[in-house]
């Protein structure tokens, strides 16, 4: 999965970023987790905070969305 940092994604991190591109791909919470050195409620977190960041409900609607927006290819 390849993902493309836009001038108008200031509002995603780099790291936000790479998250969405494995969801993508079909890691779980816990695989993103241990590529980030992070736990699986840490990346629930992260996941949380992107959807409030943009206003969706679900994880799949980011994944969507970076799709449409150009961000993953």
Same mark, same amino acid.
């Given at each position: ?7 108008n994604?200031?509002?995603? =991190?780099?790291?936000?970023? =790479?998250?969405?591109?494995? /969801? ?13 050195? /992070? =736990?699986?409620?840490? %990346?629930?977190e992260? /996941? ?10 679900? =994880? ?10 150009? %961000? /993953?290819?």
């Open positions: 999965m390849t993902f493309f940092m836009k001038a994604l200031q509002i995603l =991190s780099w790291r936000e970023c =790479s998250m969405i591109a494995y /969801l993508a791909d079909g890691y779980t919470n816990k695989q993103i987790g241990e590529k980030f050195n /992070l =736990s699986e409620d840490d %990346v629930q992260y /996941l949380q905070k992107m959807m409030k960041k943009k206003g969706f409900n679900h =994880s799949y609607q980011l994944i969507s969305w970076a799709y449409l927006d150009g %961000v /993953l290819k």
